[in-house]
């Protein structure tokens, strides 16, 4: 597509300088609201790029290692107050990247400034464990130790905070490492770079690669120098991720897709629900990990909410993020909305009624972006393909049930387990919802969206493998466990045999 003037080119982040690609290819980084509106081009690494950048991050792992962690959690704290300095400037250039609206954004970056700050609080809470040896005269304890050499690879909808769930806990436990954000957002990835360079972090700590996924992704993965990788992505991807990890038992944290629920009971604050269910549906145009995009309603106050649920997404303003009164943007590519307008076709094919939206919107602004109408089908069998299969876009499926027993076995009959809601008056429905509902995160009388950088965040089934970012859980997965025994009896103790 024609631009009046050359695009700005980005580089990669190696040894703490921007580098060309060796193969200088590049990315066009497009405004999926406006897709004449070239951003900029970034490079397309390869792996002779990736290899560069591990080369400096294993040289300066030496040094960073022994960095104490106060000291680098000051750079994190430095870090955090440029941030919040930037927070409009970056927010305003992540809708231009990605489309979600401008409030979201600044919600995105403030995330970032979040996690920054938690992590460099951490820094002097590196605590391990002291205890009594089953021996006399021994000293036991257990401290944290960094692992290594970090791969991050990370996707497009939360473009600033998802980088930073992993690259500040990284930091502060003393890893290197060498992130490669989503193709479609590495503006977002270029601005926290910037940040954390300016902040004074050492070179070779942290190294970027941009690029997509088989050229830039794929050996991180393979690259004998890399000792853990964290990816958040689609489940598709996140298998392919655990296998490339397998052979060398890299650590391995994978954070993948969801098929989360809000469930109403009959005794539920019906307008409260309402609420919850168009934020939690169609918040970032339903490309949340954790986006509601089934809700199961009560029989008994079904088509009350039906009524108020399709009234509110059909008065949905869809358009550009960064106008004010627009409420929902863009998909974040082509071919994502033709992913969203194949669901939609195929809800119709299973037999879900839709009672509004179903279309892509092409007139007027909406023909300069990839834009689909707000979609709510109702009466769905929980069966439905469009009921099972993470669709990552505006389309939410309502489900009736008659029983709290019959709303959790909908709940949990999905093969993902990231975030699960119940709106009910009722604390045994609440705490047996808490109890029963097989996700990583569960809320009581709020949408299935609002996680808090100091709690973990994670979920089960095919959305997770067992760690947990963010809080700190995230500490688990940057640092391993060393236990350390010091025998000052100057002779030979030796534990589960001298026990006299
Ligand atoms: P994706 O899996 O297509 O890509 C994610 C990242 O992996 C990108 O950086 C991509 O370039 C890279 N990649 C792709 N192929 C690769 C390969 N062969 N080797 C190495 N890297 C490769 O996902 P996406 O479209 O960017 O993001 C949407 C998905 O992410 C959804 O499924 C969503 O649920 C999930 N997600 C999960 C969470 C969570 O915390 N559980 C959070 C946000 C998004």
Redesign the pocket.
């Known amino acids: 597509m024609a631009t009046s003037q050359a695009p700005k080119s980005f580089r990669n982040f190696i040894d703490g300088e921007w580098v060309e690609p060796r193969g200088g290819q590049t990315i066009e980084n497009r405004n999926p609201a406006n897709t004449s509106d070239l951003i900029a081009l970034f490079p397309a690494s390869a792996a002779q790029d990736v290899a560069v950048a591990v080369d400096a991050a294993k040289a300066a792992y030496g040094k960073w290692r022994l960095t104490p962690a106060p000291r680098r959690a000051e750079i994190l704290f430095r870090a955090a107050e440029i941030l919040t300095a930037r927070k409009e400037e970056y927010a305003r250039e992540m809708t231009r990247e990605m489309g979600k609206v401008l409030a979201e954004t600044r919600g995105d970056v403030q995330e970032a400034i979040d996690m920054t700050y938690l992590m460099a609080g951490e820094g002097r809470r590196q605590f391990g464990q002291t205890t009594p040896s089953e021996l006399p005269n021994k000293f036991a304890m257990s401290v944290r130790a960094p692992v290594g050499v970090a791969g991050l ?6 473009p600033m905070a ?1 980088p930073s769930w992993k690259v500040m806990p990284a930091l502060v436990c003393g890893d290197t490492m060498v992130l ?4 479609d957002t590495p503006l977002s990835t270029y601005h926290l770079t910037q940040v954390l360079a300016e902040a004074g972090l050492p070179p070779g700590v942290l190294n970027v690669v941009f690029g ?3 050229g830039a ?2 050996p ?2 393979s690259h004998p120098d890399i000792n853990l990788v964290s ?8 298998r ?2 655990s296998q490339a990890c397998a052979p060398a038992f890299k650590k391995c944290h994978l ?4 098929k989360n629920i809000i469930l109403v009971m009959d005794d539920a604050n019906l307008d409260l629900a309402v609420d919850g269910a168009v934020w939690g549906g169609f918040g970032t145009t339903g490309q ?2 954790t986006a509601a995009s089934r809700v199961a309603v009560h029989k008994k106050v079904y088509r009350e909410f039906v009524e108020k649920f399709v009234a509110r997404a059909k008065a949905l303003k869809v358009g550009d993020g960064l106008d004010p009164a627009v409420q929902m943007g863009p998909c974040i590519n082509e071919q994502q909305l033709q992913t969203v307008m194949r669901y939609a076709e195929l809800g119709r094919q299973e037999g879900a009624k839709v009672v509004t939206g179903g279309h892509r919107l092409e007139g007027g602004a909406h023909a300069r972006g990839w834009f689909h109408e707000p979609t709510v089908f109702v009466d769905c069998d929980p069966q439905m393909r469009v009921c099972q299969e ?1 669709i ?1 876009g505006p389309i939410v499926c309502v489900i009736p049930f008659e029983s709290f027993d019959e709303a959790l076995a909908i709940a949990n009959g999905v093969s993902y387990g ?1 975030s699960a809601a119940i709106y009910t008056r009722n604390v045994n429905h609440a705490f047996r919802a808490q109890r029963d509902l097989e996700t990583g995160i569960v809320y009581v009388n709020a949408p299935t969206i609002g996680a808090e950088v100091h709690l973990p ?3 089960t089934k095919n ?2 493998n067992g760690h947990r ?1 963010s809080g700190l859980a995230a500490l688990e997965f940057y640092s391993e466990w060393k236990t350390i025994y010091v025998d000052y009896s100057d002779r030979l103790q030796r534990a589960q045999i001298d026990t006299a």
């Open positions: 690879i990370t996707p497009w909808n939360f998802i490669k954000p989503a193709e997509d996924g088989p992704g794929a991180i993965l990816f958040t992505g689609s489940t598709e991807v996140g392919i991720v954070e993948m897709g969801g949340r990990c993470e990552f990231l965040f994670g979920g959305t997770g970012e």
